[in-house]
Nanobody, 121 residues
Framework: QVQLVESGGGLVQPGGSLRLSCAAS????????MRWFRQAPGKEREFVAQ???????IHAGAVKGRFTISRDNARNTVYLQMNSLKPEDTAVYYC???????????????WGQGTQVTVSS
């Protein structure tokens, strides 16, 4: 089995910064793309950023220039550096990864449990 565990969420004032982490563990052979999504109260889950194994990345328009996704392949960990935070960034942030298990033949998508980010004065 594979587990994704997020950390780093919390309460921050507008204009502040947070760094989220998501560590994958378990029966892992390789990890392809890793992603961050977020879901605000009463809204659908939305894409935030994606990074490939070779660190090619894309960011959603709403966060471009403020958020940066990165990864450490040796630690099976993806990060999201969030700067210039706004109240509208308040949401539960989820990581997602395409993982091939040892002995497996295909990549499967796994989700973390989420971490709350609240931007408020």
């Amino acid at each position: 089995q594979v587990q994704l565990v997020e950390s780093g969420g919390g309460l921050v004032q507008p204009g502040g910064s947070l760094r989220l982490s998501c560590a994958a563990s378990g029966n892992i052979f390789s990890i392809n793309d890793m992603r961050w999504f977020r879901q605000a109260p009463g809204k659908e889950r939305e894409f935030v950023a994606q990074i490939s194994w070779s660190s090619g990345s894309i960011h959603a328009g709403a966060v471009k220039g403020r958020f940066t996704i990165s990864r450490d392949n040796a630690r099976n960990t993806v990060y999201l550096q969030m700067n210039s935070l706004k109240p509208e960034d308040t949401a539960v942030y989820y990581c997602n990864a395409d993982v091939k298990s040892t002995g497996g033949t295909d990549y499967r998508a796994y989700w973390g449990q989420g971490t709350q980010v609240t931007v408020s004065s």
